[in-house]
């Protein structure tokens, strides 16, 4: 057995009843963190979302609620996780006495077994993450190396030393709608000085394809978001003497930076062979369009 320690959990729901495929991942989501019958409190931080008030109250979440409108932020703009981090931050520092933050989407399954691994590394301080996803395309569980994009569960274990210095040095990020969570969290460690573990091969992080046509979010709204998030992020990390290769190297640079030969299996070994010679033999027959 292992001594349970309380987490806050930062996440953000979409609206609900907007798209039933959707509506389901995110209960499906919210039943993953209660079987794991620890002692979680959600940071949840809404933009008007619809019905999200009622959902979390059918489910009986514990949790930290506010609602900021969307007048709040820039025009056009639905959603931000700066502002959700500066939430659970405060909550995290001043709320109660937390162990983990953990960030995720609300579109995963999370891992049974993962406050046992937790609990198993020895350290005060660092930030565990999964990656790649198991993705589930189509109603379809694909193979569990295949290097898709995305971090979609990340835990920091900070004291609160740690805390309120990352509560400070976000101070100079900005960030609104889709695009560099993970690269702006990868750097976060780099300056926290915080050891980097993928857990992957203890555990899957089982990812839904999302529903954004329901949402309106498609494929060029994400690549504006991505754009205008980057030019913010580029300013952090000028601020912050980081490399500007965490806005620019994309996921060639992040996996870089979280790679651990004590962290490899045979599955993730096969995901970065897949992931360097693949994408980078694509995007050189792309370039010259052969």
């Keep these: 057995m292992y001594k ?11 609206p609900m009843g907007k798209s039933k495929i959707n509506d389901l991942y995110q209960s499906m989501f919210v039943d993953s963190v209660d079987a794991l019958n620890e002692d979680i409190s959600f940071s949840l931080t809404q933009f008007n979302e619809a019905n999200v008030k009622k959902f979390i109250k059918n489910k009986r979440v514990s949790c930290f609620y506010k609602n900021i409108s969307k007048s709040k932020l820039p025009k056009g703009k639905k959603y931000s996780n700066k502002i959700m981090l500066e939430q659970a931050l405060d909550q995290y520092i001043k709320k109660g006495d937390f162990t983990y933050l953990i960030f995720s989407t609300a579109d995963i399954i999370v891992p049974s077994n993962l406050f046992e691994e937790l609990s198993k590394i020895n350290k005060k301080n660092f930030c565990g993450l999964v990656y790649p996803n198991t993705q589930v395309v189509n109603g379809k569980l694909k193979n569990t190396f295949w290097p898709y994009y995305g971090i979609d569960l990340i835990i920091f274990k900070i004291d609160k030393g740690k805390a309120k210095k990352f509560r400070k040095i976000i101070n100079s990020y900005e960030q609104y709608d889709w695009g560099i969570i993970e690269n702006f969290y990868i750097s976060v ?4 000085d915080l050891k980097k573990i993928n857990l992957f091969k203890k555990m899957n992080v089982i990812k839904f394809e999302n529903d954004f046509k329901s949402f309106s979010e498609d494929r060029s709204w994400q690549i504006k978001s991505w754009k205008l998030n980057q030019k913010y992020f580029l300013r952090f990390l000028k601020k912050n003497n980081l490399s500007t290769l965490y806005a620019y190297g994309s996921y060639y640079y992040l996996l870089f930076k979280i790679f ?4 490899l299996n045979i599955s993730l070994f ?8 693949y994408n980078l033999v694509k995007k050189f027959l792309n370039y010259f369009k052969f």
């Excluded at 460690?189 to 926290?192: F, V």
């Excluded at 096969?270 to 010679?277: E, H, Q």
Aim: proline letters at 4%; a positive charge.
């Design 4 to 14: 349970s320690m309380k987490a806050l959990w930062l996440v953000s729901f979409r």
């Design 189 to 192: 460690c780099e300056i926290l």
């Design 260 to 263: 651990n030969f004590k962290d």
């Design 270 to 277: 096969f995901s970065y062979l897949i992931f360097y010679p």
